[in-house]
C-alpha cells in the first residue's frame, strides 16, 4: 500500500512539473524548522508558494506520539498556543502529508532542536520549546518529565531513530527534503562577539556536527554553507543571535535550493 500511495504521489509532482513547465502552477514549499527555513522561504523567488509551517517542534516530539500532560497552557498568542499543541501531539508529519500533493520540497533546519526534549513517563517526548518552557506545563504535572539535554549520547542515539523515521516518512510521500545546516554564527556585522546560554558558538557548532552528519548518512540532502557566510544580522527581523544571519547566508541557501530543485526533477 505504501507503495502504492508513493507512486501515485510521484505521478502527481511530475504532472505538477509538466503544469508548471506551462506556467500554470507554482512551486510549493513546506517549511518544517525554525529561524533559518522560516527566514530562508522570505528570500525565495514570489512564484514560491509556502504549503505549510512546523515550528517548535523537533523530531522526538514529532515521532513519539501524543503526549498528553496534566493542566493548561498559559500562553497569550495564538501562533505559540498552535504551535505547543501540535508538538504536544506530534503532529509535523501528519500535516506535512496533508499538503504532499501541493508540495514540492520541504525545508528543515535543526534549530528547535538546541534545548533538547521533555521525556513523559510514557515515553513520548515534548520539544523543549520557549513555548513550552512559558506555558507552565512543566510545573503542572505529578510525574516529572525528564529531560534530555541535546549532544548527549542519550540524545543523540534517540534523535538518530527519529531522523530515520522522519526522513522515511517524507521520502514515502516522495517528496523532496533538503536540511538546512548553516553554522551558527560566532560575530555580528557590527563585530560583536556572540555565545549562547553560557556556552561559546564554536561549542554549539561542534554539537550540531554530528547530527548534520547523521542526516547524510541517512541519505538526506543536507545544504552546508560556507563559514564566511555564519555573520549574524544586527538589524535582522527577529533581533540579533546566532542563528538569525546576513542577507547573504540566505541568498547563498536559496540558491542551492534552486540548483537542486533542478537536478532533482
Not at 53 to 61: D, E, W
Not at 99 to 122: C, F, K, N, W
Not at 148 to 175: C, I, K, N, P, Y
Not at 185 to 210: C, F, M, P, Q, T
Request: hydrophobic share 40%; charged share 25%; aromatic share 10%.
Amino acid at each position: 500500500m505504501r507503495t502504492f500511495v508513493r507512486c501515485l504521489l510521484v505521478c502527481v509532482r511530475r504532472c505538477r512539473q509538466s503544469c508548471r513547465g506551462s506556467g500554470a502552477l507554482m512551486p510549493g514549499v513546506f517549511v518544517f524548522g525554525s529561524c533559518v527555513s522560516r527566514d530562508t522561504r522570505a528570500f525565495l523567488d514570489e512564484e514560491w508558494v509556502l504549503t505549510g509551517y512546523v515550528a517548535r517542534q523537533g523530531f522526538l516530539s514529532a515521532t513519539s506520539g501524543r503526549t498528553t500532560l496534566r493542566g493548561q497552557p498559559d500562553l497569550s498568542s495564538p501562533f505559540q498556543r498552535r504551535c505547543l499543541e501540535w508538538d504536544l501531539g506530534g503532529e509535523a508529519l501528519d500535516l506535512i502529508e496533508a499538503e504532499a500533493r501541493r508540495t514540492d520540497i520541504v525545508l528543515a533546519d535543526l534549530v528547535d532542536e538546541r534545548l533538547g526534549s521533555y521525556q513523559a513517563p510514557d515515553g513520548t517526548h515534548v520539544t523543549n520549546s520557549w513555548e513550552f518552557g512559558c506555558s507552565g506545563l512543566l510545573s503542572q504535572q505529578a510525574d516529572p518529565l525528564k529531560l534530555v539535554e541535546f549532544g548527549s549520547e542519550r540524545h543523540f542515539e534517540l534523535w538518530s531513530q527519529a531522523a530515520s523515521t522522519v526522513l522515511e516518512r517524507l521520502d514515502a510521500l516522495a517528496l523532496r527534503t533538503l536540511i538546512l545546516a548553516p553554522d551558527w554564527a560566532e560575530v555580528s556585522d557590527e563585530g560583536k562577539h556572540l555565545g549562547y546560554r553560557g556556552s561559546s558558538i564554536s561549542e554549539w557548532n561542534a554539537k550540531y556536527r554530528r547530527y548534520y552528519e547523521r542526516c547524510a548518512d541517512l541519505g538526506a540532502a543536507v545544504i552546508r554553507p560556507p563559514e564566511s557566510l555564519a555573520v549574524a544580522a544586527t538589524g535582522h527581523k527577529w533581533g540579533l543571535a546566532p542563528y538569525h544571519y546576513i542577507d547573504s547566508m540566505y541568498e547563498y541557501i536559496c540558491e542551492e535550493i534552486t540548483d537542486f530543485m533542478r537536478i532533482s526533477q
